[in-house]
């Protein structure tokens, strides 16, 4: 989706030295689904409301809470039973890991799904939620290219639901490049006591083998090619039909992985280290948006098939907290996890943009960073943003402001707000704890070439409406592919939306993609990188090259309007040898 207001963005040259007077010419300023064969029935507890009909939520006074910021979760000395390349005896009925041998497990780590009770706001009533750990957000993963990693995913949510969503799990990373089984097929969902289709038996847990490989592995040899590195992904649920009420719930987690040039270590020795900010300077800021009843509790509407969007601001899972910053660097990692809504984000100074730095889209480094004062994110989309805050007077007072007008769940307004909402106060009065070392370069991470004599074959795939309900080539979600491309193999995807009415943030599993056209001209700079969500707006079109590489089995793509993705907007593709 194009931003018609968007100025545009440049290129940006930034010296290596932290210390440099250069460096600030960068910052000077910045109803039932239709898949329901695999569904059990929907207990909503909720009296559905349109948006337009239901009372506002209960207020909330802003910045009466701080930022959560997690630390990273740390891996067990070992698994009971331990993990092995077959199923376990408890375990759900997957198929075999087909890395397991090649990329043996050398971190291991255990996540209970479960209740919890967590505060939105402390103004209102404390909240059942299910989540990682029983948190919102779940666990904060580090890991590192070259160390593959196993995660032992227990269900323990109650088989009995009170309110909206289903106790049964499938958990997807998005978008690590990782074996099918390991991907959360939307059908591969299970509990003790029953599971989907694409499993052979239910179980207690599911082993999820992430080799932390870069694509390319049977191309390049060793664990791939360095240019295909993923940063900022995040994990959440995706179980079939249930997706939106079980993320909204609070089932998703941000998922970070480095590697020698993006080290995690602004100090980094290494002459091939960015060091970008990092550790308490490397922030990730997951954005949703909720509805609360007139009571304060937590409401969502399922069966609104247009998409719910809330009208409350939450960042990682806090209604408009503020965050004290120190005056230097921090890298921001934006994640846009609503249900429905398209974002268009500023940060704001005395009610003007300020400019910064975007560095990387959907978990991928740009070449160079570009300059920019604003981004814009349909759901699931990331933008790694790097902020300057010694631009600005101790005891400053900045705003993370969202000025797209959004009706209801079907598409923003061509049109921004007078007034933008406010989402998150960063205050500049933390004392700097000793001297910034991060950096921006001018170049940041090379990009594979675009080779079309690589091309196999051309596919449409059209979002679109149909008998009802939400389809991809006139198709509602079905466990059989829509598309078998051989591996080894790149192929041109056409993702076509024919309807004025609608947006459609399209996910492609697996495999980040490039945009070679968008509605028939060159895609904007910030989209010219690898990616992994395709915002495609209404009457819009946009072509993507992709290979598919190193691995086989079943994937999805789909909407990842999180409503239009439960009522059927998704299709199967699998991976052939």
């Known amino acids: ?10 290129s940006v040259a930034v010296l290596d030295s932290p210390k440099s007077s250069s460096r600030r010419l960068l910052f000077k300023t910045a109803g039932a689904s239709a898949a329901g064969i695999f569904a059990p029935q929907l207990a909503t507890g909720q009296t559905a409301l349109t948006t337009a009909a239901r009372p506002p939520s209960p207020p909330t006074t802003p910045w009466a809470q701080e930022l959560p910021v997690q630390r990273p979760i740390e891996p067990e000395s070992n698994l009971s039973p331990a993990g092995t390349g077959i199923a376990g005896e408890k375990e759900c009925g997957r198929a075999d890991h087909q890395a397991w041998s090649r990329f043996a497990p050398q971190l291991f780590y255990k996540v209970d799904v479960k209740i919890g009770s967590h505060s939105f706001h402390p103004e209102l009533p404390t909240a059942e939620v299910w989540g990682y750990e029983g948190k919102v957000p779940g666990p904060l993963f580090h890991a590192r290219y070259g160390q593959p990693i196993l995660v032992r995913f227990r269900n323990q949510l109650p088989n009995s639901v009170q309110g909206f969503g289903s106790p049964d799990i499938s958990v997807h990373l998005h978008n690590l490049h990782t074996p099918s089984e390991s991907d959360g097929f939307p059908i591969d969902w299970f509990s003790a006591g029953t599971c989907g289709a694409t499993l052979t038996r239910p179980g207690e847990y599911k082993d999820h083998h992430y080799p932390m490989v870069y694509a390319g592995v049977d191309a390049f040899g060793g664990i791939g090619d360095p240019r295909e590195a993923l940063g900022t992904l995040w994990y959440h649920d995706h179980r079939v039909d249930f997706t939106a009420a079980n993320v909204y719930r609070g089932m998703a987690g941000f998922f970070l992985a480095f590697d020698e040039i993006d080290s995690g270590n602004e100090n980094d020795p290494n002459p091939n280290a960015l060091r970008l ?6 922030v990730p800021l997951m954005l949703s948006d909720k509805y609360f009843d007139s009571g304060g509790h937590l409401s969502f509407d399922q069966f609104n098939q247009d998409g719910f969007i809330g009208d409350k601001w939450l960042v990682n899972g806090k209604i408009q907290p503020y ?3 120190a005056p230097r660097k921090y890298r921001f990692r934006l994640l846009a996890a609503a249900t429905a809504r398209v974002w268009d984000l500023q940060l704001r100074f005395q009610n003007r943009a300020q400019s910064f730095a975007q560095i990387a889209n959907d978990g991928n480094l740009f070449e160079a960073p570009l300059l920019r004062s604003n981004v814009m994110l349909g759901n699931a989309e990331r933008a790694d943003i790097v902020v300057d805050f010694s631009r600005f007077p101790v005891g400053s007072e900045l705003f993370l ?5 959004h009706l209801d769940g079907r598409k923003p307004e061509n049109d921004f707000l007078a007034t933008p909402d406010q989402v998150l106060k960063f205050i500049v009065d933390r004392p700097l704890p000793g001297p910034d070392n991060s950096r921006v370069l001018s170049h940041l991470r090379d990009q594979p070439p675009i080779t079309m004599s690589e091309v196999v074959n051309t596919r449409n795939f059209v979002f679109a409406r149909s008998g009802g309900g939400w389809t991809i080539n006139d198709r509602q979600f079905a466990n059989r592919p829509l598309a078998s491309p051989k591996k080894g193999t790149a192929e041109i995807w056409n993702l076509v939306n024919p309807s004025g009415g609608w947006a459609h943030p399209v996910h492609i599993h697996f495999e980040e993609g490039r945009i070679l056209k ?5 895609p904007p700079a910030h989209e010219r990188g690898r990616k992994d969500v395709y915002l495609i707006g209404p009457n819009e079109r946009v072509q993507v090259f992709l290979r598919f590489r190193d691995f086989v089995g079943k994937y999805v793509i789909h909407c990842h309007n999180t409503i239009h993705e439960d009522h059927a907007m998704m299709g199967r593709w699998d991976i052939v040898a």
């Open 277 to 282: 900010p990092s550790g308490e300077f490397d």
């Open 323 to 325: 965050f004290h910053v």
């Open 518 to 522: 968008r509605n028939g001209g060159d």
């Open 401 to 405: 402001t969202n000025r797209l007008k």
């Open 1 to 10: 989706m194009t931003d018609p207001h968007d100025p545009g963005t440049t």
